[in-house]
């Protein structure tokens, strides 16, 4: 059995006595298509083609299994489905998963405010974490809004509910807003 | 086409005009396997064999490409390499992946700390964006040190750097340290 | 003139050319009174007790003009006037202001929920600042409400709002939660 | 004994039986002398002369006892003495103090290195607490470094070690940097 070096080298190969891998298969479209297909829409615009369909998921979004599902001007839901493929060494789903889902959803939620030509991007994310997240924890929902928008800082939100409706995280993000270049 | 719901869903399947569709497969191990075969070992045996292959990696190891590259005591190096399914909507690899290799290099320095029987859960975590990550960053190496371990909280920091040295990221976390019960 | 090396050193004495130095005075009661009286009582008790005059404020609260002025299960209100002896090297009231209003706020929100004899120590708090503070904010109001209560490690927010209303400041805080001794 | 309104109260006259208040007198100058005897200098230059007693130091700075006692670019240092005026209810030093030492310390060493009319101010704060601190504590000295200077936004980190070097806690600070107008 080798350590493999690199992405290249999945699937691990591990030992008989480790049993069987399991395997997951992820496809995403070319991520230059979404900024392409964007130019002159506004933020909300572009998030609400990507909840109808219109455009394709961010790449992450598949890896994870993120589907955004609601967008409106300064709110926006991801949902995500835990999967064994999440889970860290210690029985769980990854914190990171949460932290995922809570910086999509609090910086798509300061996109929905944007005017075409602008653009933003995350300065800091501090998640708490409140409840495990497991198999058993149904569908996350991940709502994100924006608590202050600005031309120059805005800061979001980020709650995330499990399927029995708990919160398992909630999240503040600062995002820097980067104004129409020329 | 339609939107899909589930990770079952996947792959998504878009309009001919999106191009192609990339691929990837992950493969893991039972996740149950790391805590089984960690029984009576201290937190740094259970880290320096992730390390060494002795154990399977975890399964988001495996979903995001992490490699645990070093582990000793209070201190443990974490490399991922990124990939275009990483990507965010708008053009770079999505922050997710920064946090995520954060929360594992200060939670597993936090666990090299631990003795047998010892567990510990992440409270939350803080993270700095500094620069975007792209495929052009080279191999990412996320350090975890314990900043003051505890036998109650412990907090951890963690820096990412990219493949020119360069400062992408700053976390830091606090971790609620789980006594041996009965 | 030289530079004062201890609070024995105020006032400090500046030349001339700085105009006549302004002055406050500061009076408070033994810190060792709020806990020698709370002995029995559970934790929304001590706070209606302070928000009624029945016990003695903190000396900090007295020191940046702090009052309780709500206290129920799980929420708390401090009131707080800025004054210039609040106020920074850049023209407007220092962010340690809201951040000593914000953790009290969260902290003595988590306080509210506890039984007799138990007790709390904070974690950590993040701040985000959205807006100026100065001697024309009016009266700053800092809620603090339990996001989730625990036994052993405890989150709460804290938004702070100015005189006209407009948010100032948002916070979280985690709590480490202590159980009784004995 | 009525509940005081506003700093006017001050003095808190508590009844016979919480003995005798404790008193302290603070003085400052008027803030507005910083920013006037600024102009032309660049942040450095500011912070030095802070630091010889050139300029007053800030109104705050004599509220918490606050002194900057070393400054060079990128890195400065202020120092503390933890007084009773300080404390909270639960008996020791109220957090933000160190949350009001972190945020200058932070802000002070971003200061350091911006050019003569450029300005900043502060977006976030984390403060980590790892140890109470009392009148035992000894001198605080809070040590601001530059993590990530920038033209937009800013990174830094503080330190606080109490009189016996313990890290007593650790904070990070995101600053904006705002450009010279016209």
Same mark, same amino acid.
Request: charged share 20%; hydrophobic share 40%; net charge negative.
């Given at each position: 059995?080798?350590?493999?070096?690199?992405?290249?080298?999945?699937?691990?190969?591990?030992?008989?006595?480790?049993?069987?891998?399991?395997?997951?298969?992820?496809?995403?479209?070319?991520?230059?298509?979404?900024?392409?297909?964007?130019?002159?829409?506004?933020?909300?615009? =572009?998030?609400?083609?990507?909840?109808?369909?219109?455009?394709?998921?961010?790449?992450?979004?598949?890896?994870?299994?993120?589907?955004? =599902?609601?967008?409106?001007?300064?709110? =926006? =839901?991801?949902?995500?489905?835990?999967?064994?493929?999440?889970?860290?060494?210690?029985?769980?789903?990854?914190?990171?998963?949460?932290?995922?889902?809570?910086?999509?959803?609090?910086?798509?939620?300061?996109?929905?405010?944007?005017?075409?030509?602008?653009?933003?991007?995350?300065i800091d994310i501090t998640v708490n974490y409140l409840r495990a997240v497991t198999l058993d924890?149904?569908?996350?929902?991940?709502?994100?809004?924006?608590?202050?928008?600005?031309?120059?800082?805005?800061?979001?939100?980020?709650?995330?509910?499990?399927?029995?409706?708990?919160?398992?995280?909630?999240?503040?993000?600062?995002?820097?807003?980067?104004?129409p270049s020329g």
């Amino acid at each position: 059995m080798s350590r493999p070096e690199g992405p290249a080298a999945n699937p691990w190969s591990g030992p008989e006595s480790w049993g069987s891998p399991r395997e997951r298969t992820t496809t995403w479209y070319d991520p230059a298509l979404i900024p392409a297909r964007s130019a002159g829409l506004d933020g909300l615009a =572009v998030m609400q083609a990507v909840r109808d369909g219109e455009l394709p998921p961010a790449p992450i979004a598949a890896l994870l299994g993120m589907r955004l =599902v609601e967008a409106e001007r300064g709110r =926006v =839901v991801f949902e995500c489905t835990p999967e064994e493929s999440m889970y860290n060494p210690i029985g769980v789903v990854h914190g990171g998963v949460a932290c995922t889902l809570a910086d999509s959803a609090a910086g798509c939620a300061v996109h929905t405010t944007l005017d075409a030509g602008w653009g933003y991007t995350s300065i800091d994310i501090t998640v708490n974490y409140l409840r495990a997240v497991t198999l058993d924890s149904g569908v996350l929902r991940a709502t994100g809004t924006v608590t202050k928008p600005g031309r120059r800082v805005a800061l979001a939100a980020a709650e995330i509910h499990d399927g029995a409706g708990r919160l398992v995280a909630t999240a503040s993000s600062n995002c820097f807003i980067i104004q129409p270049s020329g």
